[in-house]
């Protein structure tokens, strides 16, 4: 299948900024959805940027701090974020929902093991 690889995460103070890198590498025809989720101590993983067929979304949060991209060349994904809270602690998690050549061409989805990012002065 699929791996990803992330990098980028760790500590920086508020108003700070971090650019998290993810690196995919498998059997990839094709995405369907790739993004950006993360999860604070003691609260539910949750959407922070994604990327589909039919745009870009952010949540509320951390809209216009926040900018997700992608390079497909090099099978990557970012997430540039500025302007830091100490509310934007979390591990942070890369995502891709995709269809695997080697898998039929079925859609499947896949995690990275996660990245911390603390935001603390």
């Known amino acids: 299948q699929v791996q990803l690889v992330e990098s980028g995460g760790g500590l920086v103070q508020p108003g700070g900024s971090l650019r998290l890198s993810c690196e995919a590498s498998?059997?990839?025809?094709?995405?369907?959805?790739m993004g950006w989720y993360r999860q604070a101590p003691g609260k539910q993983r949750e959407l922070v940027a994604a990327i589909t067929s039919d745009g870009i979304n952010y949540t509320d949060s951390v809209k216009g701090r926040f900018t997700i991209s992608r390079d497909n060349a090099k099978k990557m994904l970012y997430l540039q974020m500025n302007s830091l809270k100490p509310e934007d602690t979390a591990v942070y998690y890369c995502n891709l929902y995709y269809s695997d050549f080697d898998r039929g061409y079925r859609y499947l989805e896949v995690w990275g093991q996660g990245t911390l990012v603390t935001v603390s002065s």
């Open positions: 498998g059997s990839i025809f094709s995405v369907n959805k």
